[in-house]
């Protein structure tokens, strides 16, 4: 059997990974020209549920390597308000010396693709397809064709292979934006940010930030905080258009404005990002995850689950739909129990970022 992944996200990586070790031809194709394309780098947490689902698929050394460029794990999930006060605080206990519980999105991935170099295709972007016989023919923007038994669509959560196979299927835009942003860890921050900043999510209003310890830093950076201000185009006083179109040093100098009367020790850290690295995202999530119609063609992670990041669910999802995939395409259950248990699975991470969202932001649009 020859299985074709579009999309070498976290879902399409870890269905790789686990196809490649039960022996099935597989490919993957990008969109992405290469591996150390655009901004990506932002934390992701892992829960339970995803390392689980690591470990079924990753070969030995592929875990080993995404266990050594994973964060060191936290103990905290806290929030204050714009002058610092304390307004709770969770602790956890700490993992062993080989639990994941984030990940940095750039060096997770480049770490998911250790041995995949003669299997991925970068720049190659998906166009469409076409049932031929009991396989797809798959066609690509540049103009050229492959043929496959299987066709993944792990594109995300813009997914063309869903618009194509459920083109009823719909994505709502929460209304809500976020601009995402770095503080590197120098001495200088170290010396200022609160202790708490460093031991796990800190909720700050409408913004938050959260630390980047590596176990082992990749080529291109080092330890950092994530930092995100969320807001609706009225709160941040920008239209879509407006907001996308900025250059990353301009956003940041957004989120310097909409901070400008918060402690002092706030705007100490804004003032000391990474401004280049600054980047906005729109919310977008689906109200119903919907079944498809049996054939070679199937869908995993954001591409039929896309949701708000409120429940830290979405990539620890789609690794969970990988290694049930992975499951299906190797014959240990079917594609159509793969459906079944994909759809409630998926719909209870929905839900739940559904639910948080509502409590966290100003979600009038859905
Ligand atoms: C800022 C932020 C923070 C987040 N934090 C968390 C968290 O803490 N925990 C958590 O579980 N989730 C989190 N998420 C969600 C998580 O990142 C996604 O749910 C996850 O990446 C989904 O994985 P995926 O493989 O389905 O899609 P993606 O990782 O989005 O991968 C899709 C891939 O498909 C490629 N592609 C798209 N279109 C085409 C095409 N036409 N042809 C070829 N290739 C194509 C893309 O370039 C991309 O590489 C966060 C998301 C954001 C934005």
Known sequence: MKVAIVGAGIGGLALAQGLLKAGV???????????????????????????EALAAVLPERVRRRVIETATRPGDL???????????FEQTFPIGGPDSITSIDRYAFRRAMMTGLDEF????KEFASYGVVGEGVEIRFADGTTEVADVLVGADGAGSRVRAQLLPEFEVHDSGIRCIYGKIPLTDAVRAVVPPSFLRGFCFVQGAAFAPVLFRTPPEEYGDYLMAVLTGTSEQLGRTDDELFAMPAEELWSLVGKQIADWHPVIGSLVSAADASAAFPIALRTCTSVMPWP??????LGDAVHPMLPSAGAGANTALWDAARLTDALTGGSTLASYQEEMLEHGMAAVTESLENGRRMFDLRTI
Not at 25 to 51: C, K, L, N, T, W
Not at 77 to 87: E, P, R, V
Not at 120 to 123: K, Q, S, T
């Open 25 to 51: 031809e597989v490919r993957v194709f990008e969109r992405d020209p290469s591996p150390v394309f655009r901004r990506q780098g932002y934390r992701i947490h892992v829960s339970p549920a995803g390392e």
């Open 77 to 87: 999930l806290a929030g204050f308000d714009t002058q610092l006060n304390a307004l």
């Open 120 to 123: 991925i295709a970068f720049g």
């Open 294 to 299: 049996e054939g070679p063609v199937v869908l």
